[in-house]
C-alpha cells in the first residue's frame, strides 16, 4: 500500500475582540508602570498585568496544524508558536464522509447528536471541507482547511467517501 503523509499549517484569523484587548492590556501595563513607581503595591500590581498581557498576547495567536498519515487525520492546535495540544485524532475506518462544508452531501451524515469542531482559520476566502467523524456513539462535524497535496490523499485513501 502506497504511503501518504502531508502536513499543512493554517493561522487562525484572530477574533474581533483581539485588538482591542491587546490596546487594553498594553494600556493595563502602561498604567501599572506609573502605579509601581507610586507605591510598593503597585509592583505587585504591575507584575500581575505583565503576566496577564504576556498570557492574552499568546492564546490570541493560535495555528492549527494538520497531519495527514496513512488514512488518518491529527489536528494540533498551536499557540503562540510555542505550545502544542493535539485536539483532533481519527483513524481511516472512523470517517464517515469528507466533503467542502457548504455541500449539500453532507446532510446525510450528520445526525441530531453530531457535535460541530471548528478547526480552520476563519477567514472567509478559505476553502473549507467538513469530516463526518463516528467512534462509538460519538459523532462529530470537523472543519478544516485542507491544502491540494492533503485533498489528493485522501482522495486516494477515501475513495468513495471523499466529495471534492
Known amino acids: 500500500m502506497e504511503e501518504n503523509y502531508v502536513e499543512w499549517l493554517v493561522k487562525r484569523r484572530d477574533p474581533v475582540y483581539a485588538i482591542p484587548l491587546k490596546a487594553l492590556m498594553i494600556a493595563v501595563c502602561v498604567i501599572s ?3 509601581a513607581l507610586q507605591t510598593m503595591f503597585g509592583i505587585i500590581i504591575m507584575a500581575a498585568a505583565f503576566i496577564g498581557t504576556y498570557f492574552v498576547f499568546i492564546n490570541l495567536s493560535i495555528e492549527f496544524e494538520y497531519l495527514y498519515a496513512d488514512g488518518g487525520l491529527r489536528i494540533d492546535r498551536i499557540m503562540g508558536k510555542a505550545r502544542r495540544k493535539k485536539v483532533f485524532d481519527c483513524e481511516k475506518e472512523d470517517v464517515q464522509f469528507v466533503a467542502p462544508s457548504d455541500s449539500y452531501m453532507l446532510k446525510d451524515y450528520e445526525n441530531a ?10 477567514r472567509k476566502d478559505g476553502k473549507v471541507y467538513a469530516m463526518i467523524y463516528q467512534k462509538g456513539s460519538e459523532s462529530r462535524k470537523v472543519l478544516f482547511e485542507p491544502n491540494e497535496k492533503m485533498i489528493n490523499a485522501m482522495r486516494r485513501a477515501y475513495l468513495r467517501k471523499m466529495v471534492v
Open 113 to 122: 447528536n453530531t457535535k460541530l469542531a471548528d478547526y480552520s482559520s476563519g
Open 33 to 35: 508602570v506609573f502605579l
